[in-house]
């Protein structure tokens, strides 16, 4: 079984629809949490980081994190085109002092107009 | 804030050349810096972990002597992979994490590499 697991798609909604990304993970350990979302051919592109339990907004997109289920989501509302991208999900334990993040597979999503 | 940029954005060697990829965070200074792999479709797949003055931390199965890192300040680190041949094409991504939030990391745009 993976560290995160993620479902890696591929994901496709119709322009202005609420998107729902999720990770779970086993290690329960893990504090601090991570979306990226990367373009086809570019480096991954930092869009939520959030410690521990909670929920965290930042314009149309609100990360959740529940340790207790060891679930996290990424929630994208009104939908654009040009979220199309493949987001992933990333954690760390912070204990360990190398700065190491365990990644998801990534979720294709394709937001058609 | 917290740019990293990477040169060169692609490259094209012939086999048996070494070919140097330059990692830089532009505005903030790194602790430690990344290097990834990608292959088409897949994830990301660390390859080492490195630290200023200090020698690179490997993953399994990665060659040091194959893929040499040097992390010469804590803005700059570079990845040579030598002696390159046509199974090393890929795609390689540097991170760094800044000084100021080390549980996080910023990535630069990648290099994409080709050798013929």
């Known amino acids: 079984q993976k560290e995160v697991e993620q479902d890696p798609g591929p994901l496709s909604v119709p322009e202005g629809a609420i998107v729902s990304l999720n990770c779970t993970y086993s290690?329960?350990?893990?504090?601090?949490f991570m979306w990226y979302r990367q373009y086809s051919r570019k480096g991954p592109e930092l869009l939520m980081y959030?410690?521990?339990?909670g929920n965290k907004e930042d314009g149309r997109f609100t990360a959740q994190v529940d340790k207790s289920s060891k679930y996290i989501s990424l929630f994208i509302r009104d939908s654009q085109p040009s979220d199309s991208a493949t987001y992933l999900c990333?954690?760390?334990?912070?204990?360990?002092?190398?700065?190491?993040?365990?990644f998801g597979q990534g979720t294709t999503l394709q937001v058609k107009p | 804030g917290a740019v990293v940029s990477q040169h060169p954005s692609r490259v094209i060697c012939k086999s048996g050349t070494s070919v140097k990829i330059e990692c830089r965070s532009l505005?903030?200074?790194?602790?430690?810096m990344f290097w990834y792999r990608q292959f088409p479709k897949q994830s990301l797949m660390l390859m080492a972990t490195?630290?200023?003055?200090?020698?690179?931390?490997?993953e399994q199965g990665v060659e040091k002597d194959k893929f040499l890192i040097n992390h010469a300040s804590l803005t700059l680190s570079t990845l040579t992979v030598t002696s390159a041949h046509p199974e090393d094409s890929s795609f390689y991504i540097c991170?760094?994490?800044?000084?100021?939030?080390?549980?996080?990391?910023?990535f630069g745009p990648g290099t994409r590499l080709l050798v013929l």
């Open positions: 991170s760094a994490s800044p000084l100021r939030n080390q549980e996080t990391q910023y």
């Open positions: 290690n329960s350990a893990f504090q601090y």
């Open positions: 959030t410690y521990s339990s």
């Open positions: 990333a954690m760390s334990d912070g204990s360990s002092n190398t700065g190491k993040l365990i």
């Open positions: 505005d903030f200074q790194a602790t430690t």
């Open positions: 490195s630290n200023e003055g200090s020698k690179a931390t490997y």
